[in-house]
């Protein structure tokens, strides 16, 4: 048996070589003679560095709104974020999926080096004037960096 001690650093797998010789009474072949375990790493990695923000946006019924999601810094390496379009009952007046804007939600995938990207949602156009209204944009499930500033609240503004 071969104790190990346990620390909280992220780092590669190890490996431990035993070799047993022949003594006194026995002896051992040499090809039977040694065995190397690996010692598995058992920490977490820490989190990425790069942190993944959306910016708030406005746009007229009828067209399209643009919002931007951006990278802290460029990454060596790719970074994902899923994101959605939502109604946001706790905002005042919010607007509703399906008849002030189009629901829709996808992946940014941002290439090595990539701080920028953007994505659109479709407002729906009326015949009445009203106030402007709000939803929301929200980012999850990233992969390669962490949320910063995960909601947007997007406003649609009146053409009437």
Same mark, same amino acid.
């Given at each position: 048996s071969?104790?190990t001690s346990?620390?909280?650093?992220d780092?590669?797998?190890?490996?431990?070589?035993?070799t047993?010789?022949?003594?006194?009474?026995y002896?051992?072949?040499q090809?039977d *003679?040694?065995?190397t375990?690996?010692?598995?790493d058992?920490?977490?990695?820490?989190?990425?560095?790069v942190?993944?923000?959306?910016?708030?946006a406005?746009?007229?019924?009828g067209?399209?709104?643009?919002?931007?999601?951006?990278l802290s810094?460029? $990454?060596?390496?790719q970074?994902?974020v899923?994101?959605d379009s939502?109604? $946001?009952?706790?905002?005042?007046p919010?607007?509703?999926a399906?008849n002030e804007?189009?629901?829709?939600?996808?992946?940014?995938?941002?290439a090595p080096?990539?701080?920028?990207?953007? $994505?659109?949602v479709?407002?729906?156009?009326?015949?009445? $004037?009203?106030?402007?209204?709000?939803?929301?944009?929200?980012?999850?499930?990233?992969q *390669?960096a962490?949320i910063?500033?995960?909601?947007?609240i997007?406003?649609?503004?009146?053409?009437?």
């Amino acid at each position: 048996s071969v104790p190990t001690s346990g620390d909280s650093t992220d780092e590669p797998n190890g490996s431990v070589t035993v070799t047993v010789s022949s003594g006194t009474g026995y002896t051992v072949s040499q090809t039977d *003679g040694s065995a190397t375990v690996t010692v598995s790493d058992d920490d977490d990695p820490p989190p990425p560095s790069v942190t993944i923000s959306i910016e708030d946006a406005s746009g007229e019924e009828g067209l399209w709104v643009t919002f931007k999601v951006t990278l802290s810094e460029a $990454a060596d390496h790719q970074v994902k974020v899923r994101w959605d379009s939502d109604h $946001a009952y706790d905002l005042d007046p919010y607007a509703i999926a399906g008849n002030e804007f189009w629901y829709m939600d996808g992946t940014l995938t941002f290439a090595p080096g990539q701080t920028e990207k953007s $994505a659109s949602v479709y407002l729906n156009d009326d015949s009445y $004037a009203e106030a402007d209204e709000l939803f929301r944009v929200r980012l999850s499930s990233p992969q *390669g960096a962490t949320i910063a500033d995960g909601e947007a609240i997007m406003t649609i503004t009146d053409n009437d």
